[in-house]
């Protein structure tokens, strides 16, 4: 079972009213998203060193009510689509006291060589490919 990714919020975050500017939760998503691969034994760099590219395609955010500094934000990253070449990813932040959700996103990624030519990954990776694909969360 994987766990979501918490964090407490930094007064650099914030703009003067102490509300966290909505250009931080981009990092918030990929800081969870880093932890989720972390967590099913995929490594980053490790990945990198292998030529392994994941460049981020589109994300979106609805902001549904303000992050303060000193709150700290639980961010539950579900992958949703998998492909070989490209995978998705939903996001819920929420209020760690409250349980309040304060803002849902979603991200989409592309697997590429270090030339960013498309790779695939089922053929060229496939033990990889797998590792992806047993978190996947099909529609709930």
Not at 23 to 41: I, K, P
Not at 47 to 52: D, F, H, R, T, V
Not at 61 to 87: E, M, N, Q, S
């Amino acid at each position: 079972m994987l766990k979501p990714y918490t964090r407490r919020i930094n007064y650099y975050e914030t703009d003067q009213m102490q509300v966290v500017h909505h250009s931080n939760y981009v990092r918030f998503m990929e800081e969870a998203r880093l932890d989720l691969m972390d967590q099913v034994g995929l490594d980053y760099a490790a990945m990198e060193e292998k030529g392994i590219i994941i460049p981020v395609l589109d994300i979106s955010c609805k902001y549904v009510y303000a992050v303060h500094y000193g709150d700290t934000i639980v961010i539950t990253p579900k992958i949703t689509k998998l492909t070989p070449v490209r995978f998705s990813l939903t996001y819920e932040i929420r209020d760690e006291k409250s349980g309040e959700i304060r803002c849902e996103a979603t991200s989409s990624h592309a697997f590429v060589d270090t030339e960013f030519r498309p790779m695939n990954m089922k053929r060229n990776f496939p033990e990889l490919y797998a590792v992806l694909e047993s978190v996947v969360v099909k529609d709930e």
